[in-house]
């Protein structure tokens, strides 16, 4: 099956500094790509929609100018957290969906990268 | 906007019982996909099983079944047999059907169901 890496799995950070997850579909070309947040105990929250080539959606209430997304090739989308604080500690999930295959609607998961701001 | 809601924040089942995880769902589409979702402690999100909301045959996979009734926009997971495994949280979620090589196709989740399977 479609494989999704994501890297760091876990950070750690000063406050004020800033962090880049990346997001990589391993065996498939993800045209699409989407972050989520994940508070703990808690649901995930879309963040944003990255597609390839063009300027990520965001969600409203979320700050692009916070969190920077780059979805430069169709393998690899960055999350950057700029001038990172403490309520930015959280979990963050990115997933991809190749849209030119039949079952459009699959959807892999990556598996999380944990965000420290200390 | 389409919402989920899943109205079991814990539930627990003995091993080698049945329990049901309800999940209801509001949305003005006709054409969407419903999916339950499984997170252990790993946090890895699991595709547990899906259903297209066209089809009104149930989708099953092995000891998941759901039961899809579209006219009251409701969702639950069956799952048979538990397993000291099926142990995590669980998430309903919706997604809005997506043309073939459409942009979107982002998921909405509900609030999770956390099982625990008792030996």
């Known amino acids: 099956g479609a494989v999704v890496s994501q890297h760091p799995s876990w950070v750690i950070c000063k406050s004020g500094t800033s962090v880049k997850i990346e997001c990589r579909s391993l065996?498939?070309?993800?045209?699409?790509m989407f972050w989520y947040r994940q508070f703990p105990k808690q649901s995930l929250m879309l963040m944003a929609t990255?597609?390839?080539?063009?300027?990520?959606?965001?969600e409203q209430g979320v700050e692009k100018d916070k969190f920077l997304i780059n979805h430069a090739s169709l393998t690899l989308s960055t999350l950057t957290v700029t001038s990172a604080h403490p309520e930015d500690s959280s979990f963050y999930i990115c997933s991809a969906r190749d849209p030119q295959t039949s079952g459009s609607y699959e959807q892999y998961f990556g598996p999380g990268t944990r965000l420290t701001v200390t | 906007a389409q919402t989920v809601t899943q109205s079991q924040p814990e539930m627990s089942v003995q091993e080698a019982e049945t329990v049901t995880l309800s999940c209801t769902y509001d949305t003005s589409e006709n054409n969407y996909y419903l999916f339950w979702y499984k997170q252990p402690p790993s946090r890895q999100m699991i595709l547990v099983i899906r259903?297209?909301?066209?089809?009104?045959q149930n989708a099953t996979e092995n000891r998941f079944s759901v039961n899809f009734q579209k006219a009251a926009k409701s969702f639950s997971l069956k799952i048979s047999d538990s397993q000291l495994g099926d142990t995590a949280m669980y998430f309903c979620a919706f997604m809005k059907h997506v043309n073939y090589g459409g942009s979107q196709g982002n998921l909405i989740f509900g609030k999770g169901t956390k099982l625990s399977v008792k030996p």
């Open positions: 259903q297209e909301a066209y089809k009104q």
């Open positions: 990255s597609n390839e080539g063009s300027k990520a959606t965001y």
């Open positions: 065996d498939f070309q993800a045209t699409t």
